[in-house]
């Protein structure tokens, strides 16, 4: 039984939410490849850690799905796909979002200037990383999109960890860099999840 993103024609909706949200990533991660911040102290090899982690966790759990015969959802292979396609749009649309918050100081890697502000409206006012929020809900909408219990597992703890590193870096030079206002900041918001994490 084949994955629902490789069966016609259902397929089209997973690959198109796939590439619209894609494509401004790779324009992101090309761009910052490219940035001397890519190589600084402040990102820490944070961005090439979310590049490989991220990559591995979308090829793990393609593999998984067609090699996990025993882990296939199949009783709610349908639905798990469209919750994931659902999962995989909110992401993108949040991902949008957060680039329209912060602008031009959306970047790929950590780059922290002296005299930033802590930008606080949108998604920023409820949690300090809603960017991330978004691409650990991406990555498990792919994962269950392939509709099986082990790419699923593959698509949420690899980003996790991947981004949890990052989470750390960019504080550590959030900290140093912006202080008291980032610490005021980072005292009354959670990290991904309003109100929970």
Not at 20 to 25: I, K, L, Q, S
Not at 155 to 177: D, F, K, N, Q
Request: glycine share 8%; with cysteine.
């Amino acid at each position: 039984m084949r994955p629902l993103p490789f069966v016609w024609p259902v397929c089209l909706v997973f690959w198109l939410a796939y590439v619209w949200v894609f494509f401004p990533e790779w324009q992101l991660v090309r761009r910052s490849r490219r940035s001397p911040a890519a190589r600084g102290a402040q990102d820490a090899g944070s961005l090439r850690v979310i590049i490989c982690g991220n990559g591995l966790a979308v090829a793990a759990a393609f593999l998984l799905a067609f090699t996990a015969r025993g882990a296939v959802m199949t009783a709610a292979k349908s639905p798990a796909y469209y919750a994931g396609v659902v999962m995989i749009v909110a992401a993108g649309l949040l991902r949008r979002h957060c680039f329209r918050m912060l602008g031009a100081r959306f970047t790929g890697a950590v780059d922290v200037a002296p005299g930033q502000q802590v930008v606080e409206r949108g998604a920023y006012r409820w949690v300090r990383h809603p960017s991330y929020t978004a691409g650990m809900l991406l990555f498990a909408g792919i994962g269950l999109a392939l509709g099986n219990w082990a790419s699923l597992a593959v698509a949420i703890v690899i980003p996790l960890l991947a981004y949890s590193y990052r989470v750390a870096v960019e504080e550590r030079a959030l900290l140093a860099t912006i202080g008291m206002p980032y610490e005021v900041y980072r005292t009354r918001t959670r990290r991904y999840i309003p109100f929970v994490l």
